[in-house]
């Protein structure tokens, strides 16, 4: 390891307290109701729903992102007690009423129906969308699928137990895995037809998140405990080193591979960067720990849904981005943050192989301030720092270069 490396290194070990001890969470002004259960993100529409306990489903536009108007949408709901919503393959949304069952909106929560043909218990604590389309919900004694949308549904019970089914996760090669309440965690291999017990090295069977990541990492949740599996669900290893709060994991989502977040009920959000090793709190602007449900949105944003005070979203987050097909060298930049800063800033990227890299920093005249790289890198991931010194509060250009790539990114220094 170089000088300037092994540097800056110690450099990012001596200010990441400075780093995440600044707000990370803004509130998203809403819902009014607001004990958040469920959270969607449509990218598409660029639209965000939120179900709650108390008062239906509410929507709001990600375009106004920091300043969100909600709308209550519940014509058609004959109850407001929202648990769990999913997405359907034709964008339609699903929401799962806990004690009546099931409800389809074919129009952005505009209007709804019912869409529970099959189901015969109605309380409903889970939902999922496999990539192959389709879904799947966790009622009080057993697991539902749907092959056609949501339109009917059928019981898989072969190798599952009668139990509450708390949290449903499906992987890129869709296998399902659920988790229930004090049974342990299953795994379907061939779309909930047969199950099998998969929770060899939890010390807690009462499991009440899981999540995959897009490399294959599945993460478990318990009332005691982060736990980890790297090979499908067959051993799983505790990860939650760091985490203070002995509060039960409600909710675990992903911004990138190695991002990985927890939300948990009472001790807020707990951030891993490097899938779960370690964990770092990052509860600064977020005044409910009492975290529900927590899901990312574009550009690695995040959304955390609480038990009494709405949803909130960071401000900026450590993600980085997936890597350009075939021909490009390099990944894309990751976010830099935190974003308002001061004094410091760090960011992220990726090099599939050797590269000539060149990093500036222009004032808002255009004028280049600060050169902070230039040279040439081996492959793999790369971390730096920007002080920003004796420079003037305002708006700077980071400019970034490699193998005929340009990257521009706006920053707000703070004095």
């Not at 707990?270 to 090793?277: I, M, N, R, V």
């Not at 005070?309 to 490009?328: A, D, M, P, Y």
């Amino acid at each position: 390891m170089n000088l300037q490396n092994r540097s800056l290194i110690v450099l990012f070990l001596l200010i990441s307290n400075i780093i995440y001890s600044q707000d990370f969470w803004h509130s998203a002004g809403g819902p009014v109701n607001g004990n958040v259960t469920s959270i969607i993100i449509d990218k598409s529409s660029s639209l965000i729903f939120a179900g709650t306990s108390n008062g239906g489903v509410y929507r709001a536009s990600l375009i106004t992102s920091g300043s969100f108007t909600w709308t209550q949408i519940n014509t058609g709901l004959t109850e407001t007690n929202v648990s769990a919503m999913v997405m359907n393959s034709e964008g339609d949304l699903l929401a799962g009423i806990f004690g009546n069952g099931i409800f389809i909106s074919h129009d952005h929560g505009d209007s709804w129906f019912r869409s529970d043909s099959g189901i015969t218990n109605p309380y409903i604590y889970s939902m999922a969308a496999g990539s192959n389309g389709v879904l799947y919900a966790g009622t009080g004694q057993r697991c539902y699928r749907s092959v056609n949308d949501g339109t009917f549904w059928t019981p898989v019970t072969t190798g599952f137990p009668v139990s509450n089914v708390m949290s449903l996760a499906v992987s890129s090669t869709g296998h399902v895995f659920a988790t229930t309440l004090g049974l342990g965690l299953y795994r379907s291999t061939d779309n909930g037809d047969h199950w099998e017990l998969k929770d060899s090295g939890i010390t807690n069977p009462d499991i009440r998140s899981v999540a995959v990541n897009s490399a294959g990492f599945i993460f478990a949740g318990t009332y005691n405990g982060i736990f980890r599996s790297d090979n499908n669900g067959e051993y799983w290893s505790r990860k939650d080193s760091g985490i203070t709060s002995a509060s039960p994991v409600f909710s675990i989502a992903f911004n990138s591979p190695d991002n990985v977040f927890a939300g948990k009920f009472g001790g807020g959000v707990f951030l891993s960067t490097d899938e779960g090793e370690f964990w770092t709190g990052v509860n600064s602007g977020l005044t409910d720990l009492r975290v529900n449900v927590i899901v990312s949105g574009p550009d690695g944003v995040m959304y955390a849904g609480t038990n009494g005070n709405g949803i909130f979203e960071s401000i900026n987050t450590i993600t980085v981005l997936e890597q350009h097909e075939q021909t490009l060298k390099i990944s894309e930049l990751s976010q830099i943050f935190p974003n308002p800063f001061n004094p410091y800033t760090h960011f992220r990227f990726y090099l599939s192989e050797n590269s000539d890299v060149h990093i500036n920093i222009y004032n808002a005249l255009g004028k280049k301030t600060a050169s902070l790289f230039s040279g040439n890198l081996s492959a793999g991931s790369h971390e730096y720092i920007f002080e920003a010194g004796d420079l003037s509060a305002g708006i700077y250009f980071f400019e970034f270069k490699s193998n005929g790539i340009r990257e521009i990114r706006k920053l707000i220094l703070l004095k």
